[in-house]
């Protein structure tokens, strides 16, 4: 900003160049801004804390807070606050969250009234009934408050399930960890693969590792490199096996094109990335910001429908191995292929059964309820939709009966509007065009009340994939030439930067 007055022509002198004067104005900055939040989540009746936990660069255990709450059918998600736990048990995490929620025009409360959920991932640390951070937020606020398991760690967790018995899969992983290495870890094998990519005249693709915090991805960009990298992967591991020495580059070499040449471990990989395909696209859908607990049924309907189809017909990559007696012009040296087509079946089976078991509180209670929020899933015609949702609605008016009333709405006309809104959406519109903003536009003077129990159900994410996005954003603030950075200066620069 200084600079640009000074091409101005306006001589700003030195008063603005420095570090306070720089900490002034970010102060300010991130003071509108947190005034902007406070002033949506105060008109909101609803909301849901979501929050996560990470070391930083500095060995730091910090705890990542957003909110996520609808208005008038707007959904929003906000950056909170990064604080320093002082212990890292439910207690601790507890009590780093309210300060992160600590706002100067809202009471606390108020605040408590409005809090319907807390988000956090399956860690026994939150989901403790006992001594978990749920059960504090139960005994201190309100003993109805939801539990959200995060969605994308639920996936990534039953595909790890239902991999454990499968021992081609098994060796697949272990090979790319080892792969992984044996490139990322030897400047002199990595010049040796790009020279075999240029003798093959192909694009160079890097082994790239499994594991993480996105685990499943990982896993499906490690196999897709593989195999479009396939041909100069073997072209280079039979120069480094072929060369006279007792090194551990040359059996590793050997082992490496043992499994590689196997028409077993080719075929399986093939069909692993037709199934985390599958995986993956469930998982990146309920990844989107502002994602609801609603969109989760619809997501595991296709996700089901997909696996099953795999079950009775290959896959596209399974189709374009499953014949053949080489790939890439490399010959197999294995060709029975009995193996992974024996473990295909078994594998999809067990990952349709383990996403069930881990996706099974879903299909109960108030998040069952929330599936009256899809659009897409109303009947077209009003006779159809006469009971239509009566049942969810009354569930979800009678769980959070004492929360809706502390938000003065009418709970008794509740469900005489929900009758009044199908009616008026029926009629007059095509309701799959429809979205819960245009409905509160044209409807919320004479449905405010069912309109506010349906800004409820909005309010419940599908998860905390915000908050490991918070935590990307962490680490290119504070890297290990910042890392004297406090909690307080992180939450300033990140609030600036998040919104």
Same mark, same amino acid.
Not at 27 to 56: P, Q, Y
Not at 59 to 81: D, P, R, S, T
Not at 112 to 123: L, P, R, V, W
Not at 240 to 246: D, L, M, P
């Given at each position: 900003?200084?600079?640009?007055?000074?091409?101005?022509?306006?001589?700003?002198?030195?008063?603005?160049?420095?570090?306070?004067?720089?900490?002034?104005?970010?102060?300010?900055?991130?003071?509108?801004?947190?005034?902007? $939040?406070?002033?949506?989540?105060?008109?909101?009746?609803?909301?849901?804390?979501?929050?996560?936990?990470?070391?930083?660069?500095?060995? %730091?255990?910090?705890?990542?807070?957003?909110?996520?709450?609808?208005?008038?059918?707007?959904?929003?998600?906000?950056?909170?606050?990064?604080?320093?736990?002082?212990?890292?048990?439910?207690?601790?995490?507890?009590?780093? $969250?309210?300060?992160?929620?600590?706002?100067?025009?809202?009471?606390?409360?108020?605040?408590?009234?409005?809090? %319907?959920?807390?988000?956090?991932?399956?860690?026994?640390?939150?989901?403790?009934?006992?001594?978990?951070?749920?059960?504090?937020?139960?005994?201190? $606020?309100?003993?109805?408050?939801?539990?959200?398991?995060?969605?994308?760690?639920?996936?990534?967790?039953?595909?790890?399930?239902?991999?454990?018995?499968?021992?081609?899969?098994?060796?697949?992983?272990?090979?790319?960890?080892?792969?992984?290495?044996?490139?990322?870890?030897? =400047?002199?094998?990595?010049?040796?693969?790009?020279?075999?990519?240029?003798?093959?005249?192909?694009?160079?693709?890097? =082994?790239?590792?499994?594991?993480?915090?996105?685990?499943?991805?990982?896993?499906?960009?490690?196999?897709?490199?593989?195999?479009?990298?396939?041909?100069?992967?073997?072209?280079?591991?039979?120069?480094?096996?072929?060369?006279?020495?007792?090194?551990?580059?040359?059996?590793?070499?050997?082992?490496?094109?043992?499994?590689?040449?196997?028409?077993?471990?080719?075929?399986?990989?093939?069909?692993? %990335?037709?199934?985390?395909?599958? %995986?993956?696209?469930?998982?990146?859908?309920?990844?989107?910001?502002?994602?609801?607990?609603?969109?989760?049924?619809?997501?595991?309907?296709?996700?089901?429908?997909?696996?099953?189809?795999?079950?009775?017909?290959?896959?596209?990559?399974?189709?374009?191995?499953?014949?053949?007696?080489?790939?890439?012009?490399?010959?197999?040296?294995?060709?029975?292929?009995?193996?992974?087509?024996?473990?295909?079946?078994?594998?999809?089976?067990?990952?349709?059964?383990?996403?069930?078991?881990?996706?099974?509180?879903?299909?109960?209670?108030?998040?069952?309820?929330?599936?009256?929020?899809?659009?897409?899933?109303?009947?077209?015609?009003?006779?159809?939709?006469?009971?239509?949702?009566?049942?969810?609605?009354?569930?979800?008016?009678?769980?959070?009966?004492?929360?809706?009333?502390?938000?003065?709405?009418?709970?008794?006309?509740?469900?005489?509007?929900?009758?009044?809104?199908?009616?008026?959406?029926?009629?007059?519109?095509?309701?799959?065009?429809?979205?819960?903003?245009?409905?509160?536009?044209?409807?919320?003077?004479?449905?405010?009340?069912?309109?506010?129990?349906?800004?409820?159900?909005?309010?419940? =994410?599908?998860?905390?994939?915000?908050?490991?996005?918070?935590?990307?954003?962490?680490?290119?603030?504070?890297?290990?030439?910042?890392?004297?950075?406090?909690?307080?200066?992180?939450?300033?620069?990140?609030?600036?930067?998040?919104?």
């Amino acid at each position: 900003m200084a600079s640009l007055d000074e091409k101005k022509g306006i001589d700003v002198g030195q008063t603005y160049r420095n570090v306070n004067s720089c900490k002034e104005f970010l102060v300010s900055i991130a003071a509108v801004e947190r005034k902007k $939040i406070e002033h949506n989540l105060r008109d909101a009746k609803f909301c849901t804390i979501m929050s996560d936990g990470s070391t930083d660069v500095s060995v %730091i255990e910090n705890e990542i807070v957003y909110v996520h709450f609808a208005l008038k059918g707007k959904i929003h998600c906000y950056f909170l606050g990064l604080i320093e736990c002082e212990h890292a048990n439910a207690e601790g995490i507890f009590d780093a $969250i309210f300060k992160a929620v600590d706002f100067e025009d809202i009471p606390k409360s108020e605040m408590y009234n409005k809090i %319907i959920a807390f988000a956090g991932d399956g860690a026994s640390v939150n989901t403790g009934e006992i001594n978990g951070v749920i059960s504090h937020f139960r005994r201190n $606020i309100n003993s109805n408050i939801l539990m959200i398991k995060c969605v994308s760690h639920r996936i990534e967790l039953a595909f790890k399930d239902a991999m454990k018995s499968s021992t081609l899969y098994n060796k697949i992983f272990d090979m790319l960890g080892q792969l992984f290495k044996f490139y990322h870890n030897s =400047p002199k094998q990595m010049a040796g693969l790009k020279s075999a990519a240029e003798a093959c005249k192909k694009s160079l693709r890097h =082994p790239t590792r499994v594991g993480g915090t996105r685990w499943v991805g990982h896993v499906l960009t490690a196999l897709k490199n593989l195999l479009i990298g396939y041909k100069v992967f073997i072209t280079h591991l039979e120069q480094v096996a072929s060369v006279r020495s007792q090194s551990s580059a040359q059996s590793k070499a050997k082992f490496f094109l043992k499994l590689l040449k196997s028409k077993d471990v080719i075929t399986f990989a093939h069909f692993l %990335i037709d199934v985390l395909t599958v %995986i993956s696209s469930m998982s990146m859908a309920l990844q989107k910001r502002g994602t609801c607990v609603y969109e989760v049924h619809r997501q595991l309907e296709l996700t089901a429908t997909n696996l099953r189809k795999l079950e009775t017909r290959p896959g596209l990559e399974l189709r374009k191995i499953m014949d053949c007696d080489e790939f890439h012009g490399v010959s197999f040296s294995q060709l029975t292929g009995d193996t992974s087509t024996s473990q295909m079946p078994k594998v999809i089976s067990a990952l349709i059964v383990c996403i069930q078991k881990r996706f099974s509180d879903i299909d109960a209670g108030i998040f069952k309820c929330t599936t009256v929020v899809q659009l897409d899933s109303w009947p077209s015609d009003y006779q159809e939709a006469t009971e239509f949702g009566d049942e969810a609605v009354s569930a979800v008016l009678d769980y959070y009966h004492d929360n809706l009333a502390a938000q003065n709405i009418e709970t008794s006309l509740v469900e005489i509007e929900w009758t009044q809104l199908k009616h008026l959406l029926c009629e007059n519109h095509t309701v799959k065009e429809m979205d819960w903003i245009k409905i509160n536009e044209l409807y919320h003077s004479q449905c405010s009340n069912i309109l506010a129990v349906f800004d409820l159900m909005l309010s419940l =994410p599908a998860g905390t994939s915000e908050c490991e996005r918070g935590f990307s954003q962490m680490a290119i603030v504070k890297s290990k030439y910042r890392n004297r950075l406090h909690s307080t200066t992180m939450t300033l620069l990140m609030t600036v930067d998040l919104h």
